[in-house]
């Protein structure tokens, strides 16, 4: 007989500060680097700004009420880091720091533990300006003083802390998730993607010791945006070449949380090519010297690698981006020649910007992690980006989502099944929100938010159908998927 949901499981879902507040420069708040790159994809695609967003700081009563009627036990959502410190270091904005007390507040008198992300692509502009914000080593200083003084003002009520939202991702997709200046574009700077990624496991580990140091029972990881990887045939060429992308794409990252090291075989490929990161002296020591309790995923879609010769005539490139939600627009796929090549799966289905639909895939990587590493695994996103339509009965008929969310949280069972010890399921997204690389017309949420790229409207929240879907699921602790 399959085992229950632990009674202690976590149920919630997920959102991020520029991505759902809004109030973007109110209450003393001054701009993140993300308002100034939401401009920019405003003016260059016509996809909404932060300014508004879901409007989460104007409604955040509203939207606590709504989870605890869905009857989540946990909310994951990170602090803006200029809403605390708006120039980044020294001045506090005292009402910013109530903001997050007041959210926390409410979250605990509804029962619902809060999940905080300290930093989830905001750095303050004020730091982009004065050093280049992530590019300069300056920003462990800061982050951690930034680091310190949150953990400090919210350590009596909150247990779970995750760092740094997504490094791996950062690193793909440097200037949707940092402030890159123009002339770094021309790929011969491409190292700064790994040293910004080093000075973050610098972060990720004072981080990590200052929890363990200021907060009693507190817990804490990284989340990590992570796909299971696999060979586009059985040719072992291609086996070789998943190896080489699971390397440099996720062991990269985790052997950094969980054994404190650089992963050989991907810190060789770097080094081969002049990417590897500048290590300065103590700096293994430190990152050594930290421990993860966890390790949060954000797993939405697995991913395909094929063989790529060192003569196959192509360059090193980036993962690819699909901007018009139009499947099949997908602008290109990671190439590293002589190591691997990503490529489309041809046994998946995808979403309308090419994410593949892979309930398995989610199955096998918490296998694969929790058997490597043997530290308990929490889901801290997963959903799946659709156009969602407001219906002429007022309501939002979302099947697919709900088909796509029973279907992975299906998957995490059975992995928990075979022994994979879970904290936590928190779906992306609560209310829908501002994607990081296309607009609002592109939803995630369990709540509607009534507006569009153009017009903010008023925000107002709307139970989609599979708001009263996952409403069924937890409060059958997650019997109840049909
Ligand atoms: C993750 C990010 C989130 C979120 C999600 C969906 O990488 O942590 O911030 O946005 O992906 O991605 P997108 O918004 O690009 O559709």
């Not at 981080?207 to 072992?236: F, Q």
């Not at 699971?246 to 081969?272: C, M, P, S, V, W």
Request: with cysteine; charged share 25%.
């Amino acid at each position: 007989m399959k085992k229950e949901f632990p009674s202690n499981f976590l149920w919630g879902a997920s959102s991020s500060a520029y991505q759902v507040e809004g109030a973007a420069f109110e209450d003393g708040k001054k701009a993140s680097q993300q308002d100034v790159i939401n401009q920019g994809s405003y003016e260059q695609f016509g996809f909404a700004t932060a300014e508004i967003a879901s409007d989460q700081y104007h409604h955040f009563k509203e939207d606590v009420a709504l989870m605890k009627e869905m009857g989540f036990t946990c909310y994951r959502f990170s602090i803006a880091w200029s809403r605390i410190f708006p120039d980044g270091v020294g001045e506090v904005n005292p009402l910013g720091v109530k903001y997050y007390h007041d959210l926390i507040d409410e979250l605990k008198k509804h029962g619902i533990e809060p999940i905080v992300t300290m930093y989830h692509y905001d750095c303050p502009w004020a730091l982009v300006e004065k050093y280049g914000g992530w590019l300069n080593r300056q920003i462990v200083e800061d982050f951690t003083a930034y680091a310190k003084f949150i953990i400090n003002e919210y350590k009596d009520d909150v247990r779970i802390w995750t760092t740094i939202n997504e490094q791996s991702i950062i690193v793909q997709y440097w200037t949707q998730k940092c402030w890159i200046p123009e002339e770094y574009l021309d790929g011969t700077h491409d190292q700064m993607r790994y040293q910004i990624n080093h000075y973050m496991n610098l972060c990720h580990a004072i981080a990590c010791n200052l929890v363990h140091e200021l907060v009693p029972g507190g817990i804490v990881g990284s989340a990590i945006g992570y796909s299971s990887i696999y060979p586009l045939t059985g040719k072992p060429e291609d086996v070789m070449a998943m190896q080489n992308a699971q390397a440099l794409r996720n062991d990269y990252y985790t052997d950094i949380y969980f054994k404190g090291i650089y992963n050989k075989a991907a810190f060789t490929y770097l080094e081969e090519h002049g990417l590897a990161p500048v290590i300065e002296p103590g700096d293994m020591e430190l990152i050594a010297s930290h421990t993860s309790d966890f390790l949060a995923l954000n797993y939405y879609a697995s991913e395909c690698a094929k063989a790529c010769p060192e003569d196959s005539g192509l360059s090193i490139r980036w993962s690819g981006v699909n901007r018009s939600g139009k499947k099949g627009d997908i602008d290109g796929f990671e190439t590293h020649p002589g190591f691997y090549q990503m490529c489309r799966n041809p046994e998946l289905d995808t979403t309308d910007w090419d994410w593949a639909i892979d309930p398995i895939g989610l199955e096998y990587l918490l296998r694969d992690l929790y058997n490597r590493y043997n530290k308990p695994l929490m889901i801290t996103e997963n959903g799946l980006g659709a156009y969602d339509t407001l219906s002429e009965d007022g309501k939002v008929h979302d099947d697919y989502r709900i088909d796509y969310l029973r279907e992975h949280i299906r998957a995490m069972k059975r992995a928990m099944d075979k022994g994979v010890e879970m904290i936590a399921y928190c779906p992306w997204s609560a209310v829908d929100l501002l994607s990081t690389s296309n607009g609002v017309k592109k939803r995630y949420g369990l709540i509607y938010i009534d507006r569009t790229d153009d017009d903010p409207k008023e925000c107002a929240r709307i139970r989609k159908d599979s708001f009263y879907w996952y409403q069924k699921v937890l409060a059958s602790n997650g019997a109840e998927l049909d």
